[in-house]
């Protein structure tokens, strides 16, 4: 124990003063965040039996059968929207990525523009895209799909072009040096060697397009959302909690899924 204490006061004892500073600021600022929007003891004791109430009128769920027909219905198509958006997402994302790419892009330098149009799609939130595709092409599960696309691709697009410039130089150097071209490197040299980290992200993205799918109906894009916003505005606190389960279930079987997939393509 003696020997960690000196250690620990080494460690800070050669922080340069802009460091010290800069450490400060940040604590300061962390410090600040949790005075101004952290819950108090107070409130949460406060919002306690409000809580306890809301669950009290959720329960139990509602289980007729008309209901959990049209939930099913709603289900149906959220799967729909998040299988069709990650795969169109996965597919625009290995072009994509590959423009992104440093030192392997056919763009050579230009790489750097499509990859801030990726951090672009990635930064806005999935629901902010909801709003405009809803806007764009209405209401209704079009915009949902076109969200997931995108999302998919800022999710993909950087994560792709990441496995490919990580990928073995070996084979590269080797087919450039018998005169392949860009497309054949890629095919040949790149994709064998990223293929395994490409299909890991590929499982992530299908497994965050179905979470996104769920919540997307808050705004119109289709979906169980829908149902779960239409129960909240009418109080149908009893249908929500039939939902919230249902939507958890159906987590859990799409991330057993991931997870088994994922075993069997490593």
């Not at 965040?33 to 004791?45: M, R, T």
């Not at 009128?57 to 209901?67: D, I, L, V, Y």
């Not at 919540?215 to 249908?239: P, R, S, T, W």
Request: proline residues 5%; hydrophobic residues 55%; glycine residues 8%.
């Amino acid at each position: 124990m003696s020997g960690v204490a000196p250690d620990f006061r080494s460690r800070f004892s050669g922080m340069s003063s802009i460091n010290f500073v800069l450490i400060i600021v940040v604590a300061a600022i962390i410090l600040s965040s949790i005075n101004s929007v952290a819950p108090s003891v107070g409130q949460l004791a406060n919002g306690l039996p409000s809580m306890v109430n809301l669950l009290d009128r959720m329960w139990p769920p509602n289980t007729e059968a008309s209901f959990l027909t049209r939930v099913g219905m709603r289900l149906v198509e959220t799967f729909q929207i998040a299988l069709a958006g990650a795969a169109i997402g996965i597919a625009l994302s290995l072009p994509i990525g590959w423009l992104a790419a440093k030192k392997v892009s056919p763009i050579g330098p230009a790489s750097w523009l499509v990859k801030a149009i990726i951090s672009l799609l990635r930064t806005i939130p999935d629901l902010v895209w909801a709003l405009l595709f809803v806007v764009t092409v209405g209401l209704g599960a079009v915009a949902g799909t076109m969200t997931i696309v995108v999302d998919t691709i800022g999710f993909c697009g950087r994560f792709f072009a990441e496995a490919m410039e990580d990928a073995d130089k070996e084979p590269q150097e080797a087919l450039s040096a018998i005169g392949a071209n860009k497309v054949s490197i890629l095919m040949g040299g790149i994709l064998p060697d990223a293929a395994p980290s490409m299909i890991n992200t590929a499982l992530f993205a299908l497994e965050k397009a179905v979470r996104s799918s769920v919540v997307l109906g808050l705004v119109g894009a289709g979906g169980i959302g829908q149902e779960l916003k239409a129960a909240f505005d009418l109080f149908q606190y009893k249908n929500a909690s039939a939902i919230i389960l249902v939507i958890f279930v159906i987590v859990l079987v799409m991330e057993f899924i991931t997870d088994w997939l994922r075993t069997k393509l490593q």
